[in-house]
């Protein structure tokens, strides 16, 4: 069901991490080799795409996308 998640923006993160103007995809790994990719544009212009803390994990809510794109256990996120 809905509910309010609060967290990180994706977003922010990726414009902390400064990525050379080359990259064009956002990819996000969990621990369990599960990844998802995003484009670049697609996720500094989204701001329902959020990393949470959930127990002592992290969680990659995805709001605006399919279930499949949300991906708990996140342990890496590389910009290509």
Same mark, same amino acid.
């Given at each position: ?8 923006? %994706?977003? $922010? @993160? ?5 990525? *050379?103007e ?7 790994? $969990? ?7 995003? /484009? %670049?544009g697609?996720? *500094?212009?989204?701001?329902? &795409?959020l +990393? ?6 992290? !969680? +990659? @809510?995805?709001?605006?996308? /399919?279930?499949g794109?949300?991906? !708990? &256990?996140?342990n890496?996120? &590389?910009?290509?």
């Amino acid at each position: 069901p809905p509910q309010q998640y609060t967290g990180v923006p %994706l977003s $922010a @993160i990726v414009n902390a991490a400064l990525p *050379l103007e080359t990259a064009t995809t956002v990819t996000v790994a $969990a621990s369990d080799g599960y990844t998802v990719k995003f /484009d %670049l544009g697609d996720v *500094l212009a989204d701001d329902q &795409m959020l +990393l949470i803390q959930e127990q002592d994990q992290l !969680r +990659l @809510i995805a709001g605006s996308y /399919d279930g499949g794109y949300w991906v !708990r &256990m996140v342990n890496k996120i &590389m910009l290509e």
